[in-house]
C-alpha cells in the first residue's frame, strides 16, 4: 500500500496522478450531471492547453536545464503581435516571422549567459523588459487588430469536436518534443546539462550549445503560442498577454519540472498544463466561481513547494525522533 | 564594455586584466553620461520634472527596498509583492471605517502575516523562492477575487489625506520612501540581524554551521519585505482613493529591475538599500528625461529595457573578481 502510494508521487508518475485526482474530483463534485464530463468542456480545456501549454513547455524545458526564462511572456506578446502585423496577407509569413523572432530572441539572450557566464534571471529579466519594449515600438503601443477573419475562425473550428486546429498544433508540438526529448540524444544531453553542468562539461559535453538551444527552442515555443492565441483572438496588444508567466510555471512545476534541474519531461509538462485547465474550465462548468480556481492552484502549488523542498526529509526525520526520544523520557520517568 | 567583448567574442585573454579595470571606469562613465544627459534636458531642473520623478520613484520604490532584502538573502526574487500590494491597499481602503490607525495596522499586519508565511516555508523547508511566491499570487488573486467579487473598492472612511499632498515642498510618498530606504540601510548597517541576512545570502551553509538559525533571519527578510509593500499599497491607495487588484500589477518586475540596476548582486549576500534606491531613481531618471526629450512612450519602454539589460550585464561581470 505504501510502495504504491509511492509510486504514485515518483516523480515520473506524480503529474499524472495529479491530473487524475483532479479528474476524480471535480466527477465526484458533478456526480453524474453531465456539466463536467462533456464534449463542450474537453473543448475548452484543450483551447486553454492552446495557449498555456506551449508557454509552459518552453519556460519547463529552461527550467529543465536548472536556469529560468522570465521572457516567455515577452516572447508571446512580441510574436503576436509580428505576426497580426505582417500575416495580413499569407499567415504562414507572420508564423514564420513571430517564431523567428522568439528564437532569435532566446539565442541572443542564451549566448549572453553562457559567453558572460550570467544568471538567467537576471539577462532575461532584461530581456522581458527589452522584448515588451520593441513590442510597444511596434505596435505604437495600441491594439492591432487582425484583418484576416477567415484564419481566427480557421484555427478555432473544431476537429471532432475535441480539438480545434489551434489545439491539435499545441499537442503536436508536444509530441515532437518528447519524441526528441526521449530518442535523440538532445534528450539526454539537455538532462545531463540540467543534472548535473559541471560533470556534463567535464565528460566532454558542449553544456553552452545546449543552453543557448534550449533557449532557442524556449523561445520558439512561446512565440508560437502568442502567434497562435493572437490570430485565433484576431487581435495582438502589448499589454494583454503580461500575465502568463505565473500560470505557465505552475503549469511545468504540477507537471513534475524540478528547479533544481535535470527531472521533468514535456509528457509531464502536457500533464502539468491539463490539470490547471480541466481545473479551470471542470470547477466553471460545475458551476463554481472563478477564484476557487487560484485558490486550489495556489493550494496545489504550495503543497508541491513544500514537497519539493530540500530539508522536507531531514526535518521530517527530525520530528520523529523528537517525538521518539519524549516519548523514551516519558516511559523512563 | 571591453570586457563584455572579450568574452562574448571569445578573444585572446590577454585583455582580461585590463577590461577589469576598465569596468569601474565604464560605471563612472555611465554615470557622467546619464547626468550630464539629464541636465542638458531643458526642463529637467524644473520643479515640474522634480515631482514627476519623485512621484515616478515612491511607489515601486518601496517596493524595491524590500524586494532587496528577498534578493539579498539568496532567494532572487518574488513575483508576489505586486499582489500583496494591491491586496494591502484594499484591506487599508476597507476597513478606514475603523479610523486610520486601524485600517493602516490591519493592512500592514495582512501583508506581514501573508509574507512571513511564505518566508517561514521557504527558510524552514528550503522550498523554492520563486515556486512558493506563485503559489501566493494564486491564493491572493483569488482570495481578493471572493472578497470584492471583483468590484473596485473605495474608501471606507475619512483620513486618505494623511498619504498624500506634500510637506515643505516634498511630496508625501517621497519622505515615506525616503524613509524606508533609511531604516532598511540601518537595519543591514548597524543590527545583528542586518548582518545575518548578508550571511545567510552569501551562503547558507555556512551560517547553518555556524549555529545561526536561518529560518528566522529569512522569514524576517520577508517581513520587511511584506512591510514594505503594505506601504508601497497604502500610499497608492490615498493616492487614487480607490483601488482592485490592478493597483499593484507588475510592480514586481519592475522592483526587480531597480534592484538589480542599482547592483545588488542576484545570487545574493551582496547589496544594499542605498543601492536599490540608485537603481530605481537611474530608472526613473531615464524615463524623465526620455519624456522631456519627446520619445514617444512605447520607445521609453524599448530603451529603458535595453539599458537595464546593459546595466545588469555590467554589474554582474564587474562584481566578479
Not at chain 1, 515520473?12 to 485526482?21: C, E, K, L, S, Y
Request: one cysteine or more; proline letters at 2%; a positive charge.
Amino acid at each position: 500500500m505504501m510502495r504504491a502510494a509511492k509510486q504514485l508521487l515518483s516523480d515520473r508518475v506524480r503529474p499524472f496522478t495529479i491530473m487524475f485526482g483532479a479528474i476524480f474530483v471535480l466527477a465526484l463534485i458533478d456526480r453524474g450531471t453531465g456539466y463536467f464530463f462533456s464534449i463542450g468542456t474537453i473543448f475548452s480545456v484543450m483551447q486553454l492547453f492552446a495557449t498555456v501549454g506551449l508557454v509552459a513547455l518552453g519556460l519547463g524545458l529552461s527550467m529543465l536545464v536548472r536556469e529560468f526564462d522570465l521572457s516567455v511572456s515577452g516572447a508571446v506578446g512580441l510574436a503576436g503581435c509580428i505576426a497580426v502585423t505582417t500575416g495580413a496577407g499569407n499567415p504562414w509569413l507572420g508564423v514564420l516571422l513571430g517564431v523567428s523572432a522568439g528564437t532569435v530572441s532566446g539565442v541572443l539572450q542564451g549566448l549572453i549567459m553562457t559567453r558572460l557566464r550570467l544568471s538567467s534571471v537576471g539577462v532575461t529579466l532584461g530581456g522581458l523588459l527589452t522584448l515588451q519594449g520593441i513590442t510597444y515600438v511596434l505596435t505604437g503601443n495600441q491594439t492591432i487588430s487582425y484583418p484576416n477573419m477567415a484564419v481566427a475562425l480557421g484555427l478555432n473550428a473544431p476537429i471532432a469536436h475535441l480539438l480545434s486546429v489551434r489545439s491539435a498544433a499545441a499537442l503536436a508540438i508536444f509530441v515532437i518534443a518528447t519524441l526528441i526529448m526521449t530518442y535523440t540524444h538532445i534528450g539526454r544531453d539537455v538532462i545531463a546539462t540540467g543534472s548535473d553542468r559541471r560533470a556534463s562539461r567535464v565528460a566532454g559535453l558542449d553544456t553552452d550549445r545546449i543552453i543557448i538551444g534550449v533557449f532557442a527552442a524556449s523561445g520558439a515555443s512561446a512565440a508560437l503560442a502568442g502567434v497562435l492565441l493572437s490570430y485565433s483572438l484576431g487581435a495582438a496588444s502589448p499589454v494583454a498577454l503580461a500575465d502568463v508567466l505565473a500560470p505557465a510555471a505552475a503549469a511545468a512545476i504540477v507537471g513534475g519540472v524540478s528547479v533544481v534541474g535535470g527531472r521533468g519531461s514535456p509528457m509531464g509538462i502536457a500533464a502539468g498544463v491539463l490539470t490547471l485547465c480541466i481545473l479551470r474550465s471542470g470547477l466553471s462548468a460545475i458551476g463554481v466561481a472563478p477564484y476557487v480556481h487560484d485558490l486550489v492552484t495556489g493550494a496545489i502549488l504550495l503543497v508541491i513547494a513544500i514537497l519539493d523542498a530540500p530539508e522536507l526529509a531531514q526535518r521530517v526525520v527530525a520530528w520523529r525522533l523528537d517525538r521518539a526520544e519524549r516519548k523514551q523520557n516519558a516511559v523512563a520517568m | 564594455m571591453s570586457e563584455i567583448a572579450i568574452r562574448f567574442f571569445r578573444l585572446p585573454a590577454g585583455g582580461a586584466a585590463v577590461a577589469r579595470h576598465l569596468a569601474l571606469g565604464i560605471r563612472l562613465a555611465a554615470a557622467a553620461a546619464i547626468t550630464a544627459f539629464a541636465l542638458t534636458t531643458p526642463g529637467f531642473l524644473s520643479p515640474l520634472s522634480f515631482n514627476a520623478l519623485l512621484n515616478a520613484i515612491s511607489f515601486v520604490g518601496c517596493v524595491a527596498v524590500g524586494m532587496t532584502f528577498i534578493t539579498l538573502t539568496g532567494n532572487i526574487m518574488s513575483l508576489c509583492l505586486g499582489a500583496t500590494v494591491s491586496a494591502s491597499a484594499l484591506i487599508f481602503l476597507s476597513s478606514l471605517a475603523f479610523g486610520v490607525a486601524a485600517a493602516f495596522a490591519l493592512a500592514l499586519a495582512f501583508a506581514i502575516a501573508f509574507t512571513a508565511a511564505q518566508g517561514f516555508l521557504i527558510g524552514y523547508f528550503r522550498a523554492n523562492p520563486i515556486l512558493v511566491s506563485i503559489a501566493g499570487l494564486s491564493l491572493l488573486l483569488g482570495g481578493a477575487a471572493f472578497a470584492t467579487g471583483g468590484q473596485r473598492v473605495y474608501p471606507g472612511g475619512e483620513g486618505l489625506q494623511m498619504f498624500k499632498g506634500r510637506i515643505a515642498g516634498i511630496p508625501v510618498e517621497a519622505l515615506y520612501f525616503f524613509a524606508t530606504v533609511i531604516l532598511g540601510q540601518s537595519i543591514l548597517t548597524w543590527t545583528r540581524i542586518g548582518r545575518l541576512m548578508v550571511m545567510v545570502g552569501s551562503n547558507i551553509r555556512a551560517a547553518t554551521a555556524a549555529g545561526i538559525d536561518t529560518t528566522a533571519i529569512v522569514t524576517m527578510a520577508y517581513v520587511i519585505a511584506g512591510s514594505c509593500a503594505a506601504i508601497s499599497g497604502i500610499l497608492l491607495a490615498a493616492r487614487y482613493g480607490s483601488g482592485d487588484m490592478e493597483l499593484g500589477a507588475g510592480y514586481d518586475y519592475t522592483a526587480i529591475a531597480a534592484v538589480l540596476v542599482g547592483g545588488t548582486g542576484i545570487q545574493g549576500g551582496s547589496g544594499s538599500t542605498l543601492r536599490t534606491l540608485v537603481g530605481v531613481t537611474v530608472i526613473a531618471v531615464i524615463e524623465v528625461v526620455l519624456l522631456l526629450r519627446g520619445f514617444s512612450e512605447q520607445l521609453q519602454y524599448l530603451i529603458t529595457g535595453l539599458i537595464v539589460l546593459a546595466v545588469i550585464m555590467l554589474h554582474t561581470i564587474s562584481g566578479r573578481r
